[in-house]
């Protein structure tokens, strides 16, 4: 069996703020630590359950935060930005399922840190008409590779995100959520040993087809929602990206990867444009 851990930042209990998160600011050391502690525990119950290969893959910001001697022994990972997959990198159809450790869409009322890949300037995602955050594009882009998101760790409104769209999945609630940037944690031991037991189960009801992937949409059209019109308005450039709003571009397609990939192109120009005119 073959575990792929996609690790956010901001599912980690004690985690609730933007300075929390990112290097310079004097609480991300100690973040950092608590977010490793984290995952080495979803490790843990994988290898318990039977895993053979265990990959990390960093899905934060930068995405090159992991500490690698700090990090579980038997644990191989991926770090680094741009990657072909994204938060997904690393995965195929040779693995028995993916675990989500992160946050709740953009906008979701009182979700510790909600947003969608950039904090401020991406309002929200639809796909095919529906509002969709990370976790959901995971979902879709572990089904795409044939695989099922068989785990989420983080808030309880994640967990609930997770439920609607997959009802199986197994989700770890390390935190509950008091507004977007405070919450009531689990102690760190008791946190430690839910994601633990929880992977540990997930992993072994995954191996008996108990969690199956999403099913992905035949035809894809992601629709994103800027903070500002001029960011909406570069977009527009990229070859089928079409600006249906003063702030909001539309693109279509039936390949689920290619969909994925300008995403990515409109969210970094999201923050290129906000960096230069703002």
Known sequence: MKLLISADFEGVSGVVDRQQCHPGNPEFEWARRLWIDQINAIIDGALE????????????????????NLLHPLASFITGYVKTDNQMEGLDESFTGAVFMGHAKAGTA????????????????????????????NAYWAAYHGVP??????????????????????????????SQFSAHHLPVEEANRLLRETAARALRRAAAGEIPPVELPATLALEIDFSVSEIAHVCSFIPGVERVAGRTVRYETTDY???????IVCTNLALATVRAHF
């Open 149 to 178: 998101l068989i785990m989420v760790a983080g808030d309880d409104f994640t967990a609930r995100e997770a439920k609607a769209l997959i009802p199986e999945v197994e989700a770890a609630v390390v935190k509950r959520g008091l």
């Open 257 to 263: 990867r290619e969909m994925q990939h300008v995403r």
């Open 110 to 137: 009182n979700a510790v840190l909600n947003h969608n890949y950039v904090m401020r300037d991406v309002l929200e995602m639809r796909l095919n008409g529906e509002p969709i955050g990370e976790l959901g594009l």
């Open 49 to 68: 359950a039977g895993a053979e290969q265990v990959v990390v893959n960093e899905a934060h910001s930068a995405m090159n935060y992991l500490i690698p």
